[in-house]
């Protein structure tokens, strides 16, 4: 069962040849069809899950290849959702770390990138076809017994929330409130993840750099200084932590359920959140109902392990301690050490020795490899040996899968 001892973030370098079929697809009108992309995209899964297996990996992903950023088409699926294009700054939260990225010098926002909700939120199956797609595109190349290790990856039900302001990720049409807006988001992530789980799906990452971002001075300060806010910072993280619970908690006892805190990995490896997590530790580790932490551990940025005293006994810890920014390979004892350093916070909080505390820890890359569709400065061989040290130092410390 998930987690395992060596893991990985989802995206991984897409091949050129899938790249090319994608910018066809844009430039030139085509459709997917006639740009040959689902042949293109197959053979492009059926290779990135060989290779993951090749390399010892058990919760294998189909790379993020169906998508061309990591939050995918899942919530453009949803019933009520509205695109907006060229959307007026003025409905953003512009300390909000991923929107300065995308505001551009007449602060206008890249078309595309803004979701709100434009009436009630709903799921309709026939409509949420992407993360199904996805799923059974790597099943296909995955023996069934071994199907619930397969990992999806999900943005987190706060991506189109965060990034505006007060009250204006939805429309005054749809929501009085965010409350009522949360309980319908709720809603819609509980039927995809009924879809999912019918579908064979026992192991889902939610991808979310906001929960980073509570770790942000910049971030709390921008938060505190805008007077179109209702409450504080902080019940904004209990409002989220709430959100999450809602979503999962129809889930069956054997769907495995993570969340990677994302400290941004976007184009030419740029990111976007710094700040210890001691900040949020102990309300996130000790009230977020999920059963792994895949935290981001690579530089400095993110602080020391004494957060992890925090972490209850029934919770586990990924440490994302391989940079996937540096095509430098890191130095194997040293990472050892450095797991060793974050088993005895984790031993310290729950009264445990080391070798106790180590079995609810893992280890992997810091973040995906492709975030975006156009990657980052490293190849599929640096990418290869960065997986292949992540899997023997999990072997070396732990020697299972």
Same mark, same amino acid.
């Given at each position: 069962?998930?987690?395992?001892?060596?893991? *990985?973030?989802?995206?991984?370098?897409?091949?050129? &040849?899938?790249?090319?079929?994608?910018?066809?697809?844009?430039?030139?009108?085509?459709?997917?069809?006639?740009?040959?992309?689902?042949?293109?995209?197959?053979?492009? $899964?059926?290779?990135?899950?060989?290779?993951?297996?090749?390399?010892?990996?058990?919760?294998?992903?189909?790379?993020?290849?169906?998508?061309?950023?990591?939050?995918?088409?899942?919530?453009?699926?949803?019933?009520?959702?509205?695109?907006?294009?060229?959307?007026?700054? /003025?409905?953003?939260?512009?300390?909000?770390?991923?929107?300065? /990225?995308?505001?551009?010098?007449?602060?206008?926002?890249?078309?595309? =990138?803004?979701?709100? #909700?434009? /009436?009630?939120?709903?799921?309709?199956?026939?409509?949420?076809?992407? @993360?199904?797609?996805?799923? +059974?595109?790597?099943?296909?190349?995955?023996?069934?017994?071994?199907?619930? @290790?397969?990992?999806?990856?999900?943005?987190?039900?706060?991506?189109?929330?965060?990034?505006?302001?007060?009250?204006?990720?939805?429309? %005054?049409?749809?929501?009085?409130?965010? #409350?009522?807006?949360?309980?319908?988001?709720?809603?819609?992530?509980?039927?995809?993840?009924?879809?999912?789980?019918?579908?064979?799906?026992?192991?889902?990452?939610?991808?979310?750099?906001?929960?980073?971002?509570?770790?942000?001075?910049?971030?709390?300060? !921008?938060?505190?200084?805008?007077?179109?806010?209702?409450? /504080?910072?902080?019940?904004?993280?209990?409002?989220?932590?709430?959100?999450?619970?809602?979503?999962?908690? %129809?889930?069956?006892?054997?769907?495995?359920?993570? $969340? *990677?805190?994302?400290?941004? @990995?976007?184009?030419?490896?740029? *990111?976007?959140?710094?700040?210890?997590?001691?900040?949020? #530790?102990?309300?996130?580790?000790? =009230?977020?109902?999920? @059963?792994?932490?895949?935290?981001?551990?690579?530089?400095? &940025? #993110? !602080? !020391?392990?004494?957060?992890?005293?925090?972490?209850?006994?029934?919770?586990?810890?990924?440490?994302?301690?391989?940079?996937?920014?540096?095509?430098?390979?890191?130095?194997?004892?040293?990472?050892?050490?450095?797991?060793?350093?974050?088993?005895?916070?984790?031993?310290?909080?729950?009264?445990?020795? +080391?070798?106790?505390?180590?079995?609810?820890?893992?280890?992997?890359?810091?973040?995906?490899?492709?975030? *975006?569709?156009?990657?980052?400065?490293?190849? =599929?061989?640096?990418?290869?040996?960065?997986?292949?040290?992540? &899997?023997?130092?999990?072997? =070396?410390?732990?020697?299972?899968?």
């Amino acid at each position: 069962m998930p987690p395992f001892r060596a893991e *990985h973030m989802g995206s991984l370098l897409r091949p050129q &040849r899938l790249l090319d079929v994608r910018e066809a697809i844009r430039d030139k009108g085509l459709s997917p069809d006639e740009a040959g992309l689902p042949a293109v995209e197959k053979e492009a $899964v059926e290779h990135v899950v060989q290779l993951q297996q090749e390399l010892g990996f058990k919760a294998v992903t189909s790379g993020e290849y169906n998508r061309t950023r990591f939050w995918g088409l899942m919530w453009d699926e949803f019933e009520g959702t509205l695109q907006l294009q060229d959307a007026e700054a /003025s409905m953003f939260r512009l300390y909000h770390p991923d929107v300065v /990225s995308l505001i551009e010098k007449d602060r206008k926002v890249m078309p595309g =990138e803004s979701v709100i #909700a434009g /009436s009630k939120l709903a799921h309709n199956p026939a409509k949420s076809l992407s @993360n199904l797609h996805e799923l +059974r595109l790597v099943q296909a190349f995955v023996p069934e017994a071994e199907w619930a @290790n397969i990992k999806l990856t999900m943005i987190t039900p706060a991506w189109f929330h965060m990034r505006y302001k007060q009250g204006r990720a939805y429309t %005054k049409e749809a929501y009085a409130n965010d #409350a009522e807006y949360f309980k319908d988001v709720a809603k819609v992530y509980q039927a995809e993840l009924q879809l999912l789980y019918d579908a064979g799906l026992r192991n889902v990452q939610f991808d979310d750099p906001g929960l980073a971002y509570f770790c942000s001075d910049k971030f709390r300060q !921008g938060w505190a200084e805008d007077a179109d806010n209702i409450g /504080s910072v902080d019940d904004l993280l209990d409002a989220y932590i709430a959100l999450y619970n809602d979503c999962i908690s %129809k889930l069956p006892a054997d769907f495995h359920t993570g $969340v *990677h805190l994302c400290r941004g @990995n976007f184009i030419g490896g740029r *990111h976007f959140a710094e700040g210890a997590y001691d900040i949020i #530790a102990q309300k996130l580790f000790t =009230e977020l109902k999920v @059963n792994t932490f895949y935290l981001e551990y690579d530089t400095a &940025r #993110a !602080g !020391g392990f004494e957060p992890l005293r925090f972490l209850p006994k029934d919770k586990h810890v990924v440490i994302g301690a391989i940079s996937t920014k540096l095509r430098e390979l890191e130095d194997k004892e040293e990472v050892k050490q450095r797991i060793f350093k974050a088993a005895d916070f984790v031993a310290e909080g729950c009264g445990q020795t +080391r070798e106790e505390a180590l079995k609810r820890i893992a280890i992997s890359p810091q973040c995906g490899f492709s975030t *975006h569709e156009t990657g980052y400065p490293l190849t =599929e061989e640096d990418e290869k040996k960065k997986l292949a040290l992540v &899997r023997q130092i999990a072997d =070396e410390i732990w020697g299972e899968p």
